[in-house]
T-cell receptor
Framework: GAGVSQTPSNKVTEKGKYVELRCDPI?????LYWYRQSLGQGPEFLIY????????DSGLPNDRFFAVRPEGSVSTLKIQRTERGDSAVYLC??????????????FGQGTRLTVV | AQKITQTQPGMFVQEKEAVTLDCTYD???????LFWYKQPSSGEMIFLIY??????QNATEGRYSLNFQKARKSANLVISASQLGDSAMYFC????????????FGTGTKLQVIP
C-alpha cells in the first residue's frame, strides 16, 4: 500500500498476556519509529530504527517492551505481561531517512490496545 | 521542564476566518526542527509544516504558515480561511539536533471550526 499500515487496528487483551503489534512502513523508508499516545496526550517516543538496528530505544518504558525489525522493513512491537497502564494507541511512523529537512514522518492510523 | 508547550486545550474559529494555535518550545541545542501535525478523529497523524532553526523565513504550506519567533522560542501555527475539515487535534513537535526524527510532542490543541 501507499501508506504506513498497522495491524491490528484494535486489540483487547487480558492483563498479563503477551501482545504483538505490527507495522508495515512505506516501501523504501529506512527510518521507522514507534510512539505511544495515551488519551488526551501527544504521542510519546518509544523507539527508532534505522534499517534493521534500533538506533534509539530510550523511550521504551521498561523491559516488558521490545521491538524488532529483522529485515529492515516490517517492525513488530512486543509487550510482555501486559498491564492496564499499557492501554493506549500505539503509532508507527516511517521516513525516507533519519535526519534533515525533508524527513517528515508518515504515520499509520495506529493500534488501539486495551488491557482489561 | 516541558520541551513543547501548547497552552490552548481547545479553540473555536468561524469558518473562513484565520486562527492561530500557540506553541512554545524549550531547547539549548542550536540545531532543531519544529513540526506541526494534524490528527483528525480517525487517529492518523498528518504532517502539516516544518521549520528549521536556521531557516531565515517563516515556513508556509498552502493555508498553513508558521510564525517562527526564535528569540521568544515560539512557533505558532496560523491557519488561514478555516474550513470545516480543519476541525481536529493539532500537535506541535520538536526534533533536537541534526539527526533522526525523535520528536517530542506537545499535548495538543483541539480546533473546532464553526459553520
Amino acid at each position: 500500500g501507499a501508506g504506513v499500515s498497522q495491524t491490528p487496528s484494535n486489540k483487547v487483551t487480558e492483563k498479563g498476556k503477551y501482545v504483538e503489534l505490527r507495522c508495515d512502513p512505506i516501501s523504501g523508508h529506512t527510518a521507522l519509529y514507534w510512539y505511544r499516545q495515551s488519551l488526551g496526550q501527544g504521542p510519546e517516543f518509544l523507539i527508532y530504527f534505522q534499517g534493521t538496528g534500533a538506533a534509539d530505544d530510550s523511550g521504551l518504558p521498561n523491559d516488558r517492551f521490545f521491538a524488532v525489525r529483522p529485515e529492515g522493513s516490517v517492525s513488530t512491537l512486543k509487550i510482555q505481561r501486559t498491564e492496564r497502564g499499557d492501554s493506549a494507541v500505539y503509532l508507527c511512523a516511517s521516513s525516507p531517512r533519519g535526519g534533515g529537512r525533508d524527513t517528515e514522518a508518515f504515520f499509520g492510523q495506529g493500534t488501539r490496545l486495551t488491557v482489561v | 521542564a516541558q520541551k513543547i508547550t501548547q497552552t490552548q486545550p481547545g479553540m473555536f474559529v468561524q469558518e473562513k476566518e484565520a486562527v492561530t494555535l500557540d506553541c512554545t518550545y524549550d531547547t539549548s541545542d542550536p540545531s532543531y526542527g519544529l513540526f506541526w501535525y494534524k490528527q483528525p478523529s480517525s487517529g492518523e497523524m498528518i504532517f502539516l509544516i516544518y521549520q528549521g532553526s536556521y531557516d531565515q523565513q517563516n515556513a508556509t504550506e498552502g493555508r498553513y504558515s508558521l510564525n517562527f519567533q526564535k528569540a521568544r522560542k515560539s512557533a505558532n501555527l496560523v491557519i488561514s480561511a478555516s474550513q470545516l475539515g480543519d476541525s481536529a487535534m493539532y500537535f506541535c513537535a520538536m526534533r533536537e539536533g541534526g539527526g533522526y526524527q525523535k520528536v517530542t510532542f506537545g499535548t495538543g490543541t483541539k480546533l473546532q471550526v464553526i459553520p
